[in-house]
């Protein structure tokens, strides 16, 4: 990989500032309350199987909608994280169990019992397991291939940063549809949003993937409003397709509870807008960049998209 510079933050200091208030939530931010016979039905599916979503651990606003529609985000790994980041509402500390070995066979029962076409699979960072949980992510790609096999499978990957580099070939060789791991911000904001992280490390990981097998789509996303200025933006998206990510996700960052990071400012659609032009600019299959956008908001559709524009781009 090319050597990459990391910008400077003009203005990273303020999110701290007690003198600089939360700014008001605009009404494009803004979603209906999550109800509905569908979010019924997936709500008792997932508690059924007893499952963990990433949407109601990390208090997604489009669950309401993706729950009616039967889509949920799996979260695998239990609900403790061993990291701090300062933007996630993900419970932190040690983890109190081993990984449940049943877990990846309930994943797949309740994929098929959904019906979905595609599923998403992320889960939290286990850095007390050796590997990371990269064969628990193996197995759990496996058992869904056996269950519904015509189910396209796309996974959220923690970065693997203490693991030895056979981790990471164990998931890949599980063949997901889409291999996904977010960089979440730009560099100069790593120290306060993500300490436990690297963004290089991350950055390398997405290209090794791409190294282990050319033909996995590789998707990656940020969170704007944490800090950052437009040009790290850019910079980031250059670095994504320097590591040849083919799908970018560019949503707005809100603050779960005062505890977290602070929202710095809500980006309007229209910049948002400009944010997807530059990316497409740049040679991204597909791009998702709206307010609302999450890493797996619409995913099934995207993939579908992102399969159509590499067939086109191949002639």
Not at 78 to 97: D, H, L, S, Y
Request: glycine content about 6%; proline content about 7%.
């Amino acid at each position: 990989m090319r050597d990459l510079k990391i910008p400077e933050q003009r203005h990273p200091e303020k999110a701290k500032r007690p003198d600089n208030p939360q700014p008001k939530k605009p009404a494009w931010i803004r979603v209906k309350a999550p109800v509905g016979q569908g979010y019924q039905e997936t709500h008792k599916i997932m508690r059924a199987h007893k499952l963990v979503t990433v949407c109601e651990e990390a208090g997604c606003p489009n669950v309401g909608e993706c729950w009616n529609q039967g889509h949920a985000t799996m979260m695998i790994m239990g609900e403790v994280c061993t990291r701090a980041c300062t933007f996630c509402n993900i419970a932190t500390g040690k983890p109190p169990e081993d990984l449940d070995v049943f877990e990846p066979g309930r994943v797949a029962d309740a994929v098929k019992k959904l019906g979905l076409n595609h599923v998403v699979v992320t889960s939290v960072d286990r850095d007390d397991i050796e590997d990371g949980g990269a064969a628990h992510f193996a197995q759990t790609i496996r058992a869904i291939r056996r269950q519904s096999p015509s189910t396209t499978i796309e996974i959220l990957t923690p970065d693997f940063i203490r693991c030895a580099p056979d981790a990471l070939e164990e998931v890949v060789a599980a063949k997901p549809d889409v291999f996904n791991h977010n960089l979440e911000t730009v560099p100069g904001l790593y120290p306060e949003v993500r300490p436990g992280a690297r963004y290089f490390h991350s950055l390398s990981l997405l290209q090794r993937v791409k190294e282990l097998d050319p033909t996995m789509f590789t998707k990656s996303g940020i969170m704007v409003g944490l800090g950052e200025d437009r040009q790290a933006v850019h910079q980031v998206m250059d670095d994504m397709r320097a590591a040849n990510v083919d799908f970018i996700t560019i949503g707005q960052y809100l603050q779960p509870t005062l505890k977290h990071h602070r929202v710095d400012r809500f980006v309007t659609p229209e910049e948002f807008a400009s944010y997807e032009k530059a990316a497409k600019g740049k040679g991204f299959l597909m791009v998702s960049a709206t307010p609302l956008t999450r890493s797996s908001y619409h995913a099934g559709d995207d993939f579908a998209k992102m399969q159509k524009a590499r067939q086109a781009a191949q002639g």
